[in-house]
């Protein structure tokens, strides 16, 4: 089975999402399901416009798009929530919204260059430096680090980050959502076939799953 995730590591319903389709996962293993799963991320932008080089507080971000600071906060604490209970510490007054092309390059190249695993974990590392940390998952030297974290070989993928490799993939990733008709993410698509759309509860997961298993057998 392979798993393609379009997502964002600004979204947080990404974030929430990819923990719970992993506990999910945790799951089926423990009831016996041995089918080998590869977990693929591939990119999208909630906001392909924002500016390189630069970042925003998140929470001016929500405030523009859903109308106030006040509803911006009402957002916050509800993803922070449940973000909780699935036990990530959400820090969205430290947050900084900045252009993620760069991570997503980053995370590409991790996956060319050391497979699932590693690209699995630079995805929650990128995303716990957004959510938690409060840095600019924007900046070569920040991404360059969380490599580092993951067991990359930091001079290297920031060489290679210096460099345009891996713009026109991501670019391609990020239009071929649409080939899938995804348009929100978190997005999981099955053997290029079966879409389950948003973060959903574990053993919602584990029975789309068991499902799409059963028809492959």
Not at 67 to 86: F, L, N, Y
Not at 149 to 156: A, T, V, Y
Request: aromatic share 8%.
């Amino acid at each position: 089975m392979i798993v393609d995730i379009w997502s964002d590591v600004v979204c947080p319903w990404c974030f929430i999402g990819k923990r719970q389709f992993e506990t999910a996962i945790d799951n089926l293993r423990a009831k016996g399901n041995t089918t080998p799963i590869e977990i693929r991320f591939r990119a999208y932008q909630l906001d392909p416009t924002a500016p390189i080089g630069t970042t925003t507080p998140a929470i001016d971000g929500y405030a523009r798009k859903f109308g106030g600071q006040a509803q911006a906060r009402k957002i916050i604490d509800h993803v922070s929530a449940a973000a909780a209970a699935v036990g990530i510490d959400f820090q969205m007054d430290r947050a900084q919204r900045a252009n993620t092309l760069l991570s997503h390059r980053a995370i590409h190249y991790a996956y060319i260059k050391h497979g699932s695993m590693v690209q699995s974990l630079l995805k929650e590392r990128l995303m716990k430096a957004y959510f938690i940390d409060g840095l600019n998952v924007g900046d070569a030297e920040v991404v360059a680090d969380c490599g580092e974290q993951c067991g990359m070989n930091r001079d290297e993928l920031s060489q290679w980050l210096g460099t345009k490799q891996g713009i026109e993939e991501v670019l391609d990733e990020i239009q071929s959502a649409a080939m899938h008709d995804i348009t929100a993410v978190p997005s999981f698509v099955i053997n290029d076939q079966f879409l389950i759309p948003g973060s959903q509860d574990p053993s919602t997961f584990e029975i789309l799953i068991e499902r799409i298993l059963s028809r492959q057998t």
